[in-house]
Antibody
Framework: QVQLKETGPDLVQLTQTLSITCTVS????????VHWVRQPPGKGLEWMGA???????DYNSAFKSRLSISRDTSKSQVFLKMSSLETEDTAKYFC???????WGQGVMVTVSS | DIQMTQSPSSMSVSLGDTVTITCRAS??????VNWFQQKQGKSPRRMIY???NLADGVPSRFSGSRSGSDYSLTIRSLESEDVADYHC?????????FGGGTKLVLK
């Protein structure tokens, strides 16, 4: 069955870089897009960017040049890297397939000063 | 960026109610609107796709509609399991944007 699972740190220091891996199963990254969405505590959802099935990427300009999304199709993994972390980046980070038909359970990341 | 203005932000409801939540798009997004349900501490669940289509496994008391730039999610005969947060999403244009969310609270 289709599954997505995010793995990453639960605590990152201010100004450091966040790295999260989304490992998928039950489908191919060359057939489906994978998106990253985050949710600060008690707030709404924010689309961060996408890895298209063809290998291209798309980013929310709100993250300027801090965000990078890549993949390793041989490992069925999509990677999120975000630099220059601020306390406002404290959030639960989700990966999702397509337009949200399947989601990972999310990883809660706290940015600490 | 396209703004999705979602209303209300919270709603006090009773079991058996008919509930309607609306998102207004700041520009034309066509049919490219999805609705998600999210329970406390859980991942979002897709309920409606392409504005009016019921996602797999979603009860038929849920429905989606469109009138111009207004997109609505309606829940008929609200059940206890429907008490959750709801979010709309437009994916017509990048960056994709979500509405601010609606929290259903039992009276």
């Amino acid at each position: 069955q289709v599954q997505l699972k995010e793995t990453g740190p639960d605590l990152v220091q201010l100004t450091q870089t966040l790295s999260i891996t989304c490992t998928v199963s039950g489908f191919s990254l060359t057939s489906y897009n994978v998106h990253w969405v985050r949710q600060p505590p008690g707030k709404g959802l924010e689309w961060m960017g996408a890895m298209w099935n063809g290998g291209g990427t798309d980013y929310n300009s709100a993250f300027k040049s801090r965000l990078s999304i890549s993949r390793d199709t041989s490992k069925s993994q999509v990677f999120l890297k975000m630099s220059s972390l601020e306390t406002e980046d404290t959030a639960k980070y989700f990966c999702a397939r397509g337009v949200g038909d399947y989601w990972g359970q999310g990883v809660m990341v706290t940015v600490s000063s | 960026d396209i703004q999705m203005t979602q209303s209300p932000s919270s709603m006090s409801v009773s079991l058996g109610d008919t509930v309607t939540i609306t998102c207004r798009a700041s520009q034309d997004v066509g049919i490219y609107v999805n609705w998600f349900q999210q329970k406390q501490g859980k991942s979002p669940r897709r309920m409606i796709y392409r504005a009016t289509n019921l996602a797999d496994g979603v009860p038929s008391r849920f429905s989606g509609s469109r009138s111009g730039s207004d997109y609505s999610l309606t829940i008929r005969s609200l059940e206890s399991e429907d008490v959750a947060d709801y979010h709309c999403l437009q994916y017509d244009e990048s960056p994709w944007t979500f509405g601010g969310g609606t929290k259903l609270v039992l009276k």
